[in-house]
């Protein structure tokens, strides 16, 4: 076994452990590292060739109302802001048993690896909640991220983390979120800005050099990396390339699985049970038929999350007796894809999370007309699609922008100055019109309509206004647009030709149907008895958030909670009380 993949995988021979964790993003590694602090002997199985699953791809933030971060920068929230939003955002689908679990126990998640463990953060203390006019939202201090992390403290064993998806960081460079972004976006507007980029590209450029990679890892990969050393550091194996093929049952007790490894099936032993953390179904074309109603033979849905996310763990959790949810308002995390060809033939994923909030954007449908608030949550964005599309017609649309936007901000896959146009132009995914009409006719909208659409949209544009979908008119829009454009940073016109579009389909960022779960992330029966030995977080649980997505970070944040909780109930720790 070479460096690269330096674990340690037995042969043949049954091995005994505490706690399996099948899969090892944010809530399956917050799981090991919590149990292995508690004392249990944990094994981590991945069946990919990497660790960190969609969390490495993430934006590392968690949605943790009250945490400490927050706290301790004078930010002291009433326990029932957050709960009165909530049950605002999630209606029926608001669960009190488990969102109190959540609300109680995640700050105390984010205390436990801040004091224990290599996971650091930095808050979030400026980022809104999605829906600010509902009661109860937050204007910040509900979030926290990753800290940056240097990816040599991890040695040999950074090579089998995820990197970062190659289609948002150029040359496999993460940009954190923030005034990294910030910088970047102004590299060629001020010389600060300027001299921080070069700084970043000239390191990255030598990290490539002598380790094959970036060693600055931001965001999800950060998190991937902290929880990795965390587990790492308490002799915790992560075992790549090892599916699980089965659990094991010793009557009605989940007691291990059978491993498929590099060497061959191993039949692991796990005395306390198995914590299924393996990604949700966000490429299971016979899941999304059942589940999302977009997609009548299960393939028109473009995940950005890794192809890897095949719904194994769902599939075993019901083999053990598990159900899951079939009546969620939205079975996937909804967001707006594009499809970049790479140069290998593959097609690549592209999930449009900052340039729809920027001034001087539309997105149209093809009869050319407007359906959203172009600046809301990327769930809200696919949502309104999908209302606005006729019964049998494909749901798409297109990203449309004058040559000042593409330049300044980017759009998709297409990069802000100075990177080029041309290629991207040649393959066909950014098309170009010099006037609307040819844009028009260059994407197949109806022209009439477009043309209508930017004659009505520009003159209030102008004067910072959008009368048709309020853009800009909530904190959330507004911190993701441009501060520079006043009065509204969300709106301009569209009105310096030549004009571009991208083409925009369904896509996710994960999904939200699960295993369905009681307030210690049991996974339960079809009688709502949990069964025994068995638990679920992150995306094969049950969204705590009921299929509804009011604020980022509702993934990783219940993830890591009730990995944190579940370590407890498996060790037989009861989970520390009090604030």
Not at 336 to 345: F, I, K, Y
Not at 472 to 479: C, E, S
Request: hydrophobic residues 40%.
């Amino acid at each position: 076994m070479n460096a690269v993949a330096a674990q340690t995988v037995p042969s043949q021979a049954p091995i005994e452990v505490d706690l399996l964790v099948v899969g090892s993003g944010a809530g399956g590694l917050a799981s090991a590292v919590v149990a292995a602090e508690l004392g249990l002997k944990v094994l981590v199985a991945e069946k990919e060739a990497v660790y960190g699953g969609t969390s490495a791809w993430s934006g590392g933030w968690l949605w943790i109302p009250r945490n400490p971060l927050a706290v301790e920068a004078g930010i002291v929230e009433d326990p029932e802001a957050p709960r009165t939003y909530l049950r605002n955002e999630l209606g029926e689908r608001y669960d009190p048993a488990r969102v109190d679990a959540f609300l109680e126990h995640g700050p105390r998640m984010v205390d436990f690896f801040r004091r224990r463990t290599a996971v650091q953060f930095i808050d979030g203390n400026l980022i809104p909640d999605f829906h600010g006019k509902q009661p109860g939202a937050g204007t910040g201090g509900r979030s926290v991220c990753a800290a940056p992390f240097d990816g040599r403290e991890l040695g040999p064993r950074i090579e089998r983390l995820r990197p970062p998806l190659d289609l948002i960081a150029p040359w496999g460079m993460g940009i954190a979120s923030g005034p990294d972004l910030r910088h970047f976006m102004n590299s060629l507007r001020s010389w600060p800005s300027f001299i921080h980029v070069t700084r970043r590209v000239l390191v990255h450029f030598k990290d490539l050099l002598l380790h094959r990679r970036g060693m600055q890892l931001v965001n999800g990969n950060a998190l991937v990396a902290r929880l990795a050393k965390s587990a790492f550091d308490r002799g915790i194996h992560i075992w790549t390339s090892s599916p699980v093929r089965e659990l094991l049952r010793d009557g009605g007790k989940v007691c291990g699985a059978i491993v498929d490894t590099p060497n061959g099936e191993v039949e692991v032993r796990a005395r306390r049970g198995v914590m299924l953390a393996a990604g949700g179904f966000p490429h299971d074309p016979a899941r999304a038929r059942q589940l999302f109603p977009h997609t009548p033979s299960g393939r028109e849905h473009w995940s950005a999350a890794p192809f890897g996310n095949t719904g194994d763990g769902l599939r075993m959790g019901e083999a053990a007796g598990g159900t899951v949810s079939d009546d969620l308002p939205g079975a996937g995390a909804w967001a707006p894809v594009s499809l970049v060809e790479r140069g290998d033939g593959s097609v690549g994923h592209f999930p449009h999370l900052i340039e729809r909030a920027k001034p001087g954007i539309i997105a149209v449908r093809r009869d050319g007309r407007r359906f959203v608030n172009e600046a809301g949550s990327y769930y809200d964005f696919i949502a309104a699609l999908f209302a606005a599309t006729p019964q049998g017609e494909a749901a798409e649309c297109w990203l449309i922008c004058d040559h000042r936007f593409i330049r300044r901000y980017g759009l998709g896959r297409v990069r802000p100055a100075p990177f080029p146009l041309g290629p991207l132009l040649k393959s066909g995914y950014l098309k170009r019109g010099d006037g609307i009409d040819a844009l028009a006719a260059a994407c197949g909208i109806d022209a009439a309509g477009l043309a209508d659409t930017v004659a009505r949209y520009n003159p209030p544009a102008a004067r910072g206004e959008d009368p048709e979908f309020g853009r800009g008119d909530t904190p959330y829009n507004r911190i993701n647009g441009d501060a520079e454009c006043q009065p509204n940073p969300c709106v301009a016109p569209v009105e310096q030709g030549p004009y571009y579009a991208v083409r925009v389909v369904p896509g996710s960022l994960g999904t939200f149907a699960g295993l369905r779960t009681d307030a210690d992330a049991r996974v339960l029966d079809a009688g709502g008895r949990p069964i025994d030995g068995l638990c679920a977080c992150g995306a094969d649980m049950d969204s705590v958030m009921g299929g509804r997505y009011p604020a980022g970070g509702i993934t990783l944040g219940p993830a890591m909670t009730f990995g944190y909780i579940a370590a407890h109930h498996m060790a037989g720790v009861p989970l520390p009380a009090g604030d």
